[in-house]
């Protein structure tokens, strides 16, 4: 009987931002990958004397840095009770999404990262900094880029594993980078977003970067990390939805409903979402077409067609997918 590496992957309990956790379980080829434990005690999710957690596969796609046949298993956790322990958050968004299935969300997710060496983002001399922003977005040409190399594979591998990726970008600030994932489902977004990561991080040792997450990896007058989140309904999509799209806007726009949103959309977004740097401040909300320094920007496009999309600019790179995923339903549909 052949033998196969399946790697499980699941959320740590890492705060204020979890980590992606991941060990590898040799099986046979054709069985099903079945329910795992981990020492929760390491990982921040339980105590010494409780510290049994079990590992429940979720979704399962082809490992392409492995064999053919090896495969990565996303996994929720569970308590050693049964039930689903805090830090998994894809429970709720799965039952969010059972709750709205008419609606047919769809998201696309544009997650920005910063690769970083020796504790500061690549492209930063030490002890000083490069250039001012300018040539770096979409930037061609190693001073203006760096890290290609690790960037194309990465790419490479999530379209092997079947991920919808949709394209990827060099960022304003040296060494930053973005993936986009979607359009895809409200959990679907969730766990391609999540296996990307994984992969990121996983090929970024081989070169000897760490890529971070972390809102404002570099203080001053350098751009965040976001991960700019577009939402549509059918009914947005569909002839008469701008009329929708603004509707969502103005309930997003509740005063209860920026709070909520903000508080779940990643920690340290208040040195993000300043005003500056194409944000809109966190204290404020506004919306509009085509507008970068706007918390929602409607693209140009949807208003011209009648019906689209909308971009909550909002979301930091270190976000929750699923949280997100949840209260853009929640909020827009409820
Ligand atoms: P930006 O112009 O803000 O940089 P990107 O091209 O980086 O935008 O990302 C836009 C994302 O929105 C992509 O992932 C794309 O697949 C997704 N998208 C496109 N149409 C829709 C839609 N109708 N609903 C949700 N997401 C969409
Ligand atoms: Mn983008
Ligand atoms: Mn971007
Ligand atoms: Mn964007």
Redesign the pocket.
Known sequence: MGKIRAEYIWIDGTEPTPLLRAKTKVMDEGETPPEWGFDGSSTNQATGDRSDCILRPVFTCPDPLRADGDILVLCDVYSADGTAHPTNTRAACAAAEAKHKAQEA?????QEYTLMKNGRPAGFPEGGYPGPQGPYYCGTGSSNVVGRELIEEHLEACILAGLKI??I?AEVMPGQW?F????AGPTEVGDHMYIARYLLNRMAESYGFDASFEAKPAKGDWNGAGC?T???TKA??EPGGWDVIVAACEKLGQPEKIKLHIANYGHDIESRLTGKHETCSYKEFKYGVSDRGASI?I?LATKLTGY??F?DRRPNANMDPYTVARLLLETTCD
């Open positions: 769809w998201y696309g997710m544009e949709s394209g970008n973005e986009q994932i979607g359009p700019h577009n939402f549509s947005m999509r920007r693209p689209g999309y971009e």
